[in-house]
């Protein structure tokens, strides 16, 4: 038997202004409501992921720390893009600022090879963040795909820029 409270958040219900939205999609989409948060929802998803990040870092051998990591980003990613595609269509907008779980999977990755101490961390975030936003090419050609693959992986171009200058900067400093 399914818990009630489970079966609740996993159908659809009717919110403000009579639109129907999709529990499981909402929740994961605004990564629990790390999207709702103003001003600046992106940061927000990318600063909850990243907290998240530290404290797996902290707890886990750092040889697992890149496999899990890389893990973690990919499930974003696979759950994120049929998340994404449905706020999407429900709210009526082709990339609403509410849907985080893109951020999510870009900071992961972006933190992929990062070695598990808070400076790092925090590099990873302000690389991730400042690619996410200036959207160098082809991080913003990237956004016209469709739905919510375009939404997601566009994100995952920032995460990729940042990990490579992120590698290099460790690379350089002797990290």
């Known amino acids: 038997m399914i818990d009630p409270a489970i079966e609740e958040m996993t159908h659809s219900t009717v919110g403000l202004g ?3 939205r999709t529990r499981w999609a909402w929740l994961v989409g605004t990564f629990f409501g790390a ?7 992106g940061t927000y998803g990318s600063i909850a992921a990243t907290l998240i990040w530290y404290a797996v870092a902290r707890s886990v051998h750092p040889l697992h720390l890149v496999a899990i990591t890389l893990v973690m980003a990919l499930a ?3 759950i994120g893009i049929p998340a994404a595609t449905r706020v999407a269509v429900e709210s009526g907008r082709k990339d609403p600022q509410i849907v985080v779980i893109d951020e ?6 972006a933190l992929a090879l990062m070695p598990p101490r808070w400076e790092y961390a925090l590099l990873g975030l302000l690389l991730f963040r400042l690619f996410d936003i200036t959207k160098p090419p082809p991080v913003r ?9 375009g939404i997601v992986v566009d994100d995952l171009a920032a995460g990729a ?15």
């Open 18 to 20: 009579g639109v129907h």
């Open 141 to 149: 050609q990237l956004e016209r795909l469709p739905q919510g693959t």
């Open 104 to 109: 999510v999977a870009g900071q992961w990755l």
């Open 76 to 78: 974003a990613t696979l």
């Open 35 to 41: 999207g709702l948060l103003k001003p600046g929802p």
């Open 161 to 175: 820029y940042a990990l490579i200058v992120a590698t290099i900067v460790l690379h350089f400093t002797g990290r």
